[in-house]
């Protein structure tokens, strides 16, 4: 049984694949904890690398992968963009934590919306599309306006294009470039929640408090805490992420975002899940004193899961491109957390660094929206 | 002028000398800012070598210090007993923060309490002592009860013996092995408060609330804060460490340990200034938005220093030794942030990581009391 693994004590190594700030950022967390970090990443340098043990090489290396599972205790990951085939493979040598059966779920749009309909957890209307016959099927199915999405490797708004009719169906295929596909309605939402959530070995789950994130240009922008929606809202968002957990019998930290329509039983929309720390949950390293990115490291090491209670109300803007050189400005705010990561150069919509302003809790939904307006990185 | 030069950006790197757990959560706290660290130190494998780049060589090593140098934009040291001739050495080839001046005044017990007299502070009287003649002098001078101390290299009650009697001075004086040494006279105190104070390249300072340390066997065991001492008391304290940056043009973060006898205007003494980051300061890792150890990347980098404002009280317990194996079940305990510091083996009263429990603000005395009674690793 899971719960009667020991925890992995101090002194044990993680490793981690990829190189990038959410990796930086566990790497970071692991060593308060006296937990070494090793990381794998195809590129030199990489902000994860600075702060850690690393093997650089790539992906498909059987050679090297099984030399990085020698040197650590456990394998995770900081994007779900990783060659499913590595995951198993190096599941075969060590524990693999989020689960690979996991990672297939997440990393395939029509896998991990299959998933949700079949736990009875609502999502947009969508369709499998592997044929340009078939997107418009799909799109008599769920209705226009919809998005077509690559079942894969889409972030940030790539491997998207909207479809606003019907008839459009044969010419959006062409340009899309006939990769397997998703066709997903257009749910009218309020705005966009993302609750980080972490679940142990022993089982046992606890949620940090959503939040409200803003979006520019596809890229989230901005993430408030709390999130200006009611308790109830809170409440029913927190139990869907608790139970998309459970159901996959996950271990570490997850990100779900959600789109919120309306208050009632069915205004909460799953739109994705990101088997790994989020960016939404970047405010957790400075209001609260477990941070998400320590959760994770608790969850896949087997040691009891921390407090996620915040102390502070917060917002978290990201550092986009040029927006890093922000950090003179931000660097004299008195209670502005600012991170910054370690790349080597930036490039317009590039996540350079965020920074993260703490206000005294109990806010009302105006404040929230007056504190939103001053973070604008 | 100093308030002239730029601060260093993001990508650049700072020298840290010394390998210790000072060093590594110097580091950890850089690498939030996108600030990369370079730890010189004659040993491998090192707590601070593990999550940073590092040079293994002696500190008389001038080629290698050479080569530090020219790897990174500016120096500063984790403990105060590097030789004084290395920070002169590096000084000549890159700045080091704090001065290799304020390093010589804080290296050595007689200068320190000669600077700190010159400058109308209250300190136990002492005298310089380098004969067994001397020692019966001195004792005539300051009187009995009295502590002998070597002047330089002392730490944590090593290098320290009690004179009960002048009629000891001889046998102490043989016994403590003829280095040049300091007496001082036994101060009757309530208790030992500690200030971290840091100030900046533009002569700015900021100080963290005292904080109470309570030791076992000459080694800190608990800091706690509020200190539990009058607000007049907290302000003269922090007025003390305020001047006494000023007075050295002291860049950097230090910590200021002082004697509390009683309310009034003469119930403070300074005991002995540390150069660098503070075993007491580790709270505000957990409690502030700053910490004392990104305050101190601050100063030396030529930001801006941030906040000292603590949104929470908080009991720090070092973990010595195997109290280190406490981990499990402190890692249970919601309010409580655990930082182990990757060393390879405990031994008794070795310093192997540190907890800090957080309360609510607003604590009376007695629930003080209570709370350090709560923390007994």
Redesign the interface.
Known sequence: MAGDVP?L???ATIGILGGGQLG?ML??AA??????SHIYCPETDRPAA???ASTVAAYEDEAALTQFARAVDVVTYEFENIPGPVAAFLDRLVPVRPSPKALAVAQDRFLEKSFLRDAGIATAPFAEVSTSDGLSRALAEVGVPAVLKTRRFGYDGKGQAVVSAPEDAERVWAEFGNAPAIVEAYVPFTCELSVIVARGLDGRSACYDPVRNDHEQHILARSTVPAGVSAAVEARAKAIAERIVAMLDYVGVMGVEMFFGADGDDGLFVNELAPRVHNSGHWTT?AC??SQFEQHV?AICG??L??P?R??DAVMGNLLGDA?DR??EL??E?????????K?GSAPGRKM?HATR?FPRGADAESVERRMETVEP
Request: aromatic share 6%; net charge positive.
């Open positions: 925890p004590a101090p002194g930086r790497a970071l060593a308060r904890l006296g937990i070494r600075q702060v850690a400075d004193v477990v608790r040691w009891p921390g407090s209670r102390h502070a890093v950090w003179r660097s004299t008195p209670d502005t957390a600012l991170h910054i990561y370690g080597d660094g703490l």
